[in-house]
């Protein structure tokens, strides 16, 4: 804890008690030989306290986590008391320029860390954001969307082993909670492993700034820093979250266009129809049902599919019973219910289609 609490000099800019300041760390150099930086954002508490850092857009196209970051630097009432935030509204600039979620060498930045300073581009540059900022840092906050022609309901992914990243996504409050170390070489896993403890968000599309999606981000952000006794004032949450150890894809069967049953956040029950394959003109119906009690964590916004496509991610809860009380506790929450309403005008819901009786 606080490794690092009496150095305040960030990358050449100092930050003194009480104040923030606006810096950049260098990462690479382009083909025309101009430096490479990533613009950060450094706010400091009067008090000594953690070091924290808040990411977005290590998938460059997923802006959301951008737009939640811009919007607490933004806010003039935004008060920390105590401890250090490192704010990176873009980590992946290079991928950001092109719109896209990878570095120009088609390399996936989130699965290069902790990098390596004589490896490839992408190595190099995860080697140094890993050193100048996660060995600096005592907790991470990483917010993600889903990927492309997808979107996801608000959640918290995080190690469930992991007493520390449990403390943040519980604080964190986003209702739902999935189980999971990341993949090997993320950002989230290899921080953790490195003794940062990390939690990673995700909620709706690439491409956009979802209002919902932004409040349920900066209402998570702020609650960790009330957690972690950087801010002042009581932590909003819902009553309950619901924490999920398995999900799983359901995807189609047949090849055609969808129509869909549910939305982001949905609870399912067992044998629930999610979403029907049909041919253009409505023939040859292909029912895609629930295997289980759950609740709709992502979905494809593209309402079309070949076989093998994923259709909808669901998160598997332990039954009828524990389904309705997640639904009574996310619609008492106003941040979860907004996100349902506004993450559901992105998908067409209608009801499971009925064969008619052959006419006589
Ligand atoms: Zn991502």
């Not at 909620?203 to 209002?211: C, F, L, Q, R, Y």
Request: aromatic share 6%; glycine share 8%; proline share 5%.
């Amino acid at each position: 804890m606080e490794a690092n609490a009496q150095r305040h000099e960030w990358f050449g800019a100092e930050v003194a008690a009480g104040g923030s300041v606006n810096t950049e760390l260098e990462i690479s150099e382009s083909y025309s030989s101009r430096n490479v930086s990533i613009p950060i954002r450094v706010v400091r508490g009067l008090q000594d306290g953690p070091t924290v850092f808040v990411t977005g857009a290590l998938h460059g196209d997923e802006l959301n986590g951008t737009g939640a970051i811009r919007s607490l630097i933004a806010d003039q009432n935004w008060q920390m008391l105590a401890g250090t935030l490192v704010m990176v509204p873009v980590l992946n600039v290079l991928g950001f320029e092109r719109h896209s979620r990878y570095l120009p060498d088609r390399r996936d930045l989130n699965r290069c860390f902790p990098g390596n300073a004589s490896g490839s581009m992408s190595m190099r540059m995860a080697r140094v954001i890993f050193d100048a900022i996660v060995t600096r840092c005592d907790y991470g906050i990483d917010l993600h969307t889903a990927a492309v022609r997808r979107t996801n309901y608000p959640n918290v992914r995080t190690d469930f082993k992991n007493a520390e990243c449990m403390r943040l996504a519980e604080a964190f409050g986003a209702g739902v909670i999935l189980d999971g170390r990341g993949p090997k070489g993320s950002f989230r896993r290899e921080a953790t492993n490195a003794g940062c403890p990390t939690i990673v968000v995700e909620g709706g599309e690439v491409w956009k700034v979802e209002p919902s999606v932004v409040e349920c981000m900066t209402r998570g952000v702020n609650n960790i820093l009330k957690e972690l006794n950087m801010m002042e004032g009581d932590l909003e949450k819902p009553e309950q979250q619901v924490k999920i150890r398995t999900t799983k894809w359901i995807r189609a069967e047949r090849g055609g266009f969808l129509d869909m049953h549910v939305s982001p956040g949905s609870i399912v029950a067992s044998g629930q129809p999610l979403a029907t394959n049909s041919t253009l003109v409505y023939e040859d119906h292909s029912v895609l049902r629930s295997p289980f009690a759950g609740i709709v964590i992502g979905m494809t916004t593209l309402p079309a599919a070949q076989p093998g496509e994923p259709v909808v991610h669901l998160g598997r809860l332990t039954n009828r019973k524990s389904a309705r009380r997640v639904e009574k506790h996310a619609l008492r929450d106003d941040v979860q219910r907004t996100a349902q309403e506004h993450l559901s005008t992105s998908v067409q819901v209608v009801e499971p289609f009925v064969i008619p009786e052959e006419s006589p």
